[in-house]
C-alpha cells in the first residue's frame, strides 16, 4: 500500500510538473508580452520550480568525458569490469594513460546512486586509475536473483577487490566505511594477496556510541521490529523486481530532508529569486544539486534491517560481536593496511569519534598507519564534494595513497 499510493501520487506531480514547466515556458515567451511586464516573471519563475520539485527522476549520468592529467587533457571512458545482480563494477579508464595508483571508491548504499560522488571521482581521476562500486536499485533486480544482506555486500567488496589485483587502494565514503573495515579485517587475517594497500573512511558509522546524531537516535529508540513493520514495503509490479521487500529510496530521501528542512527550503527560495533576478546561472547550480539529490533508489529489505541492527542497534563491531559467514571479524588483524579516518567538523549524520573510533580499533596497526583527519567547517556532504573536498580533503588522502604506493 505504501509504495502504491507513492507510485500514484508520482504519476499525479508528474502531471502537474509537466503543465508547469509549460506553462513557464508560455509565460516567458518572447513574443509573450507578459514576459515583460505585470506579474508574468513571477508566476513563470514560481511555477519553474515547482516543475522542478516535483519532476520524476531516473538514474543521472557520471558525465565524466575527459580529465587533466600532468596539463594535458586526455578522454575518460566508462567501463563495466565486473557485473554482479546488485550492483557493478565501473572503471573510469583514461585514455592513453598507463598506471596510476589503483583506487576503488565505494559509494554508499543509502538510498542514492553512485553518481552522488562525481565529484569524489572526478577529483580524484587526475592521478589515479579510478574505479567505483555502482549499486543497483533493489527494484529493478528480479526476484529470482535471490536476496542482497550486508555479508553479501561484503563479499562484493571482495570480489570487486580481486577483480582489481593486488596493490588497490580503498576509499569509503560515508555508510561503507563499516562493510569496507569487516573485508579489510577479513582479507587481512586471510592474509589475501588483494587486500588494500589503504583504507580511507569518510563520514563513516564505525562506532555510533561516540556522539550520537538524530539518525542514530532513531535508530537506537525504536525496537528492531518498528523497522521492519513501518518502513520496508513490497516493489510494485510495475518493476522488473516486483515483489521484493525494500527499504524505499523515497523514504530515506524525506528523512534527509526533513533533516534540514529549512535550509532546503532557503534553496528553493533563492532559486526562485535567481530566476525571477533572471540569474539562470546561479537557478541553474541548485538544480543541478536537486537533481542528484532527488535521484534515489531502493535497498533490500535484508540489508537495511541488518545494518539497523548490527551498526545502529548492537554496535558489533566496535564490540568485537560482527560474525561474517561464521567467521568472527577481528580488527587486531589489519597489521599493513594504511588507515585513514576523516571526519566532518559540523557532520550531522556521523558524529565527530564515529570514524575515528576504526583506528583505536586495529590494536595491532603500527601508529605511523594511522592517520586521522577533522575537517573543520565540513558537513556531511562536504567531506566527499565541494571545494573543501577539492582543495583541503583531496590531497589528504592523495598524499596517504602515495605514502603507501608500490
Known sequence: MLYDAYELQKSWL??????????????????????????????????????H?????????????????????VLVEEEIVLRKPFGQLKRFR?????????????????????????????????????YITDWRDAKLVPLEEGSFDLDDYVDYLIEFLEAIGPGAHML??????????????????????????????????VDTREAPTAVNTLATQRPHAWFQQNVIATVPFSYPGAGRKVYPGFLQLAGFMSMNLGDHLMSHWEMFKHLVQGDG??????????????????????????TIDLVFQRHALPKGEWVHRGVRVDPAAITDIGLLAIEGERDDISGIGQTKAALKLATKLPKAEKKYLLAEGVGHYGIFNGSKWRDRIAPVVEDWIAQHAA
Open 281 to 306: 546561472e546561479s537557478a541553474d547550480r541548485t538544480k543541478e544539486f536537486y537533481d542528484e539529490y532527488r535521484s534515489v533508489c531502493d535497498m533490500t529489505a535484508e540489508f537495511y534491517l541488518q
Open 172 to 205: 569509503a565514503v560515508c555508510q561503507p566505511s563499516v562493510p569496507c573495515y569487516v573485508a579489510a579485517c577479513l582479507m587481512s587475517a586471510g592474509k589475501h594477496p588483494c587486500r588494500p594497500r589503504t583504507l580511507t573512511m569518510m563520514g563513516g558509522p
Open 53 to 73: 520539485a516535483a519532476a520524476p527522476r531516473g538514474k543521472p549520468e557520471f558525465g565524466l568525458t575527459s580529465t587533466t592529467v600532468e596539463g594535458r587533457k
Open 14 to 51: 508528474a502531471g502537474a510538473s509537466a503543465f508547469a514547466n509549460a506553462s513557464a515556458g508560455f509565460l516567458n515567451n518572447p513574443a509573450n508580452p507578459m514576459a515583460y511586464f505585470g506579474g508574468g516573471p513571477l508566476i513563470a519563475s514560481a511555477l519553474e520550480v515547482f516543475a
Open 94 to 130: 583514461r585514455e592513453g594513460v598507463e598506471g596510476g595508483q589503483k583506487l576503488l571508491i565505494v559509494a554508499p548504499m543509502s538510498g542514492h546512486y553512485a553518481t552522488l560522488l562525481r565529484g569524489t571521482v572526478e577529483r580524484m581521476l587526475p592521478r589515479h586509475d579510478v
